[in-house]
Structure formats: structure tokens, C-alpha cells
């Protein structure tokens, strides 16, 4: 599938007018079933960002992420987990 450039975009965290280039699959904003729709990116120094995109592959508006982490596991329930796989 084609792939479409969005327009660029400043990082918000960033603040020094560096601009985002993005790409998607043009059939992923074609099949949302809502828009504007979310695509996910990273700017330069790493921020994570949430991207609105419309129909027409217009940028709407760019909001900074908070990134998920795991629960760190000491080695007992690690191995734990391990054993219980079997």
C-alpha cells in the first residue's frame, strides 16, 4: 500500500520549532471508522506523540504522550511466570 507524508508538525515538549515527518499507510486513515483519527510518533528527541489526522490527511492537532512502562518482576516471580508457562 502507498504510503502518504502528513504535513510536518512541531513537537509541543520540544518548543524549538524542529518539525515531525510522518508517514502512514494511506489504507489505515482510508479504514478508520472516526476521525480524526490517532496516529502515533516520536519526535526527534524522543517524545512520544499522539497525532490526530482527518479524512482528508490533514493534521488536526498533536498532543505529547506519556509512555507505559512494566512493572519490573524481581527473579522469584520471574521464574515463577516461567515455570507456570509450562
Known amino acids: ?50 497525532v490526530f489526522v482527518d479524512a482528508n490527511f490533514q493534521v488536526r492537532d498533536v498532543e505529547v504522550s506519556a509512555i507505559a512502562t512494566e512493572e519490573e518482576k524481581d527473579a522469584v516471580d520471574k521464574t515463577k511466570g516461567w515455570f507456570e508457562s509450562f
Do not use: D, N, Q, W
Request: charged content about 30%.
Open 1 to 50: 500500500m502507498p504510503k502518504v507524508k502528513l504535513k510536518p508538525f512541531a513537537c509541543p515538549t520540544c518548543g524549538e520549532g524542529k518539525l515531525v515527518y510522518v508517514e502512514v499507510e494511506e489504507s489505515i486513515i482510508k479504514r478508520a471508522k472516526r476521525f480524526p483519527t490517532i496516529v502515533t510518533a516520536k519526535c526527534g528527541k524522543g517524545h512520544a506523540l499522539v
